[in-house]
């Protein structure tokens, strides 16, 4: 399990995704979404939770900005899922906050193999760049479902919408990456024996 290292592809009539996640890694990052926010995004979650990740996507962003970001989320929980394998020897969970000038998030993550997201950002405009301030929420609660997780993020302060985004991305970056850790027990932390 040295390096739990997964690619990626996924096409549909509405994205093209290609890429590539290393668990194990140091926030190296190559992005490209079409959409320069959720890159910023993604690239954050990446380098706070020492991930290697890769992802190009090609979507239908002459109708909106919806399949992209949502597909983007659901990929990249995905890989994860994968990468964790039976998830035998991690952490399991993980907390942390994450400021970023005036705004502060927390979040909680739980690799209980169950889906849930619990998002609440409260961001007030409309656009965070060409990306709808409704698809930020969005993107993690994909990504949570994808990867079998339990997810609780919550922007606890801030004025800046873009502020409030990148700290809740920031935050479940520090708490993902505690959960997935190796903490060398080997075994599956779950008193069912399964996650």
């Not at 979040?107 to 409260?122: E, K, Q």
């Not at 409030?164 to 935050?171: H, L, Q, V, Y």
């Amino acid at each position: 399990m040295n390096g739990r290292r997964v690619e990626f592809a996924r096409k549909t009539f509405e994205t093209d995704i290609q890429g590539s996640l290393l668990l194990d890694g140091t926030g190296r990052t190559r992005l490209d979404t079409g959409i320069g926010f959720l890159d910023h995004l993604l690239g954050a979650l990446a380098r706070h939770g020492r991930l290697d990740l890769e992802l190009r996507c090609r979507g239908d962003l002459h109708v909106d900005d919806h399949h992209t970001a949502e597909d983007c989320g659901l990929v990249l929980g995905a890989a994860i899922d994968s990468a964790l394998g039976d998830r035998a020897g991690v952490t399991r969970f993980g907390h942390a906050y994450a400021p970023l000038d005036e705004a502060l998030a927390r979040a909680v993550i739980d690799l209980s193999g169950r889906p849930f997201a619990s998002i609440d950002l409260g961001l007030k405009g409309p656009m965070l760049g060409t990306l709808s301030a409704q698809m930020v929420p969005h993107v993690l609660s994909s990504l949570a479902t994808a990867a079998r997780m339990t997810l609780h993020v919550d922007v606890l302060r801030g004025v800046n919408d873009h502020h409030r985004a990148e700290a809740a991305f920031k935050a479940t970056a520090l708490a993902l990456r505690q959960a997935v850790a190796r903490d060398g027990g080997g075994q599956v932390p779950s008193t069912k024996g399964v996650l």
